[in-house]
T-cell receptor, first 111, second 116 residues
Framework: EDQVTQSPEALRLQEGESSSLNCSYT??????LFWYRQDPGKGPEFLFT???AGEEKEKERLKATLTKKESFLHITAPKPEDSATYLC????????????FGAGTQVVVTP | GAVVSQHPSRVICKSGTSVKIECRSL??????MFWYRQFPKQSLMLMAT?????????EQGVEKDKFLINHASLTLSTLTVTSAHPEDSSFYIC????????????FGQGTRLTVV
């Protein structure tokens, strides 16, 4: 069974204080690992897809990396508008498109 | 990114009544859509896979007679919560993907259901 564990559960940062979120996973044949951002009362917003170990993707202050067992989401010099819950999800090769989500990391960035 | 629209965003209904939630892919065709449920401070739990033109596939523990799914076209899937009870109160979210090798899923804005 696919499993995704995210840490920490919550993270409080000062504006400009860089940090990293962790997503550890077990899956039978990784088809893709996905990062989403979710604001309160909204649906998840797609950020990145990573397909193979060593892959990296960047978008503004966010950078996602992937190894064979985990993924990191690095937030560089965060701003208050980066406050959100960040969700990690995996799709296995035999999952028929289904995503297995982690519990998320709630990030609060204070001015 | 692709646009998935979900309606309504909020609904309050009386216990025992049924509620229908719509999920539309606005700028692409989706042969498969997914329905999730999210409780406060928890992650998304997959309820069912909605397949255009065929029966939905439900996850273990999800009552198919309670959560009716219809995927009548390539751009519309509906979830009907039948005979709703307070324990069905939750945040319901749908997703759709392009398919054809592009695997990222795009989510609707979610529906907050409150059963009183």
């Amino acid at each position: 069974e696919d499993q995704v564990t995210q840490s920490p559960e919550a993270l409080r940062l000062q504006e400009g204080e860089s940090s990293s979120l962790n997503c550890s996973y077990t899956v039978s044949g990784l088809r893709g690992l996905f990062w989403y951002r979710q604001d309160p009362g909204k649906g998840p917003e797609f950020l990145f897809t990573l397909y193979s170990a060593g892959e990296e993707k960047e978008k503004e202050r966010l950078k996602a990396t992937l190894t064979k067992k985990e993924s990191f989401l690095h937030i560089t010099a965060p701003k208050p508008e980066d406050s959100a819950t960040y969700l990690c999800a995996v799709q296995g090769s035999d999952s028929w498109g289904k995503l297995q989500f982690g519990a998320g990391t709630q990030v609060v960035v204070t001015p | 990114g692709a646009v998935v629209s979900q309606h309504p965003s909020r609904v309050i209904c009386k216990s025992g009544t049924s509620v229908k939630i719509e999920c539309r892919s606005l700028d692409f065709q989706a042969t498969t859509m997914f329905w999730y449920r999210q409780f406060p401070k928890q992650s998304l739990m997959l309820m069912a896979t909605s397949n255009e033109g065929s029966k939905a596939t439900y996850e273990q523990g999800v009552e198919k007679d309670k959560f009716l799914i219809n995927h009548a076209s390539l751009t519309l899937s509906t979830l009907t919560v039948t005979s709703a009870h307070p324990e069905d109160s939750s945040f319901y979210i749908c997703s759709a993907s392009h398919g054809g090798g592009r695997d990222e899923a795009f989510f609707g804005q979610g529906t907050r259901l409150t059963v009183v």
